[in-house]
């Protein structure tokens, strides 16, 4: 059978690893093309071609606007219109103690976790304004909704895509153009198992902290995705979904 988005096409940036691999993974289950994204010409090439033929490399420094304006014009080019569906998700994390935190690594987070989805959904949000259609999904945190000590920079561009997310929404609801974001929790990866490993995150503690006992899979976000790029979603737009398990509705001991 067909699927929630057989015939579509999006782009996934920060796509070969993590989070954004297995959402770029679920858009080709689903029957969508998908443009494989990160900074590595290499590795888009690689979790390309494992993908499938549905599958196209575009590799960019999403730090530089112009790399991101790129992006999208050689996507269009790729689908010959502009993508049905944008997932912006490329972000980094910083850890730092507010006094600390250079100015340098403060301006780059928030060059990638925030001016970057500005530029890109500006970008393709004006060929789905012009087709009438499509949809913007935004990759937050839980962390743009509450605070965590030593992340200013990340808790500060997550906080910004949010009300980027409303404020696009809202304009551009009566336009055929939906906006929405995730906000997952502490999710298992390879990233945050190598944290783990370093003992700056206690799995153990975060499970008993989330009120569902576990932390997120790459899919739990992924299928949150589909969900709001999909025809499920089709008077959904605005909203924050929070996929963190229960932990920012917790506020108890």
Known sequence: ????????????????????????????????????????????????????????PIAADLTQADEARRLAREAAARFGAAPDVLVNNAGQPRVAPSESLAEADYRQT?????????VLSQEVGRGMLARGSGAIVNVSSMFGSVAAPQRLAYCVSKAAVNMMTKVMAIEWAGRGVRVNAVSPGYVETEFTRGVAARGQIDFGQVARRTPMGRLGAVDDVAEAVIFLAGPGASFITGEILMVDGGWSSYGFM
């Open 110 to 118: 928030l060059d990638l976790n925030l001016t970057a989805y500005f």
């Open 1 to 56: 059978m067909p699927g929630r988005l057989a015939g579509k096409t999006a782009i996934v940036t920060g796509s070969t690893k993590g989070i954004g691999l297995e959402i770029a993974r679920a858009f080709v289950r689903e029957g969508a093309r998908v443009v494989v994204n990160s900074r590595s010409a290499e590795d888009c090439a690689r979790e390309a071609a494992a993908l499938g033929a549905a599958a196209h």
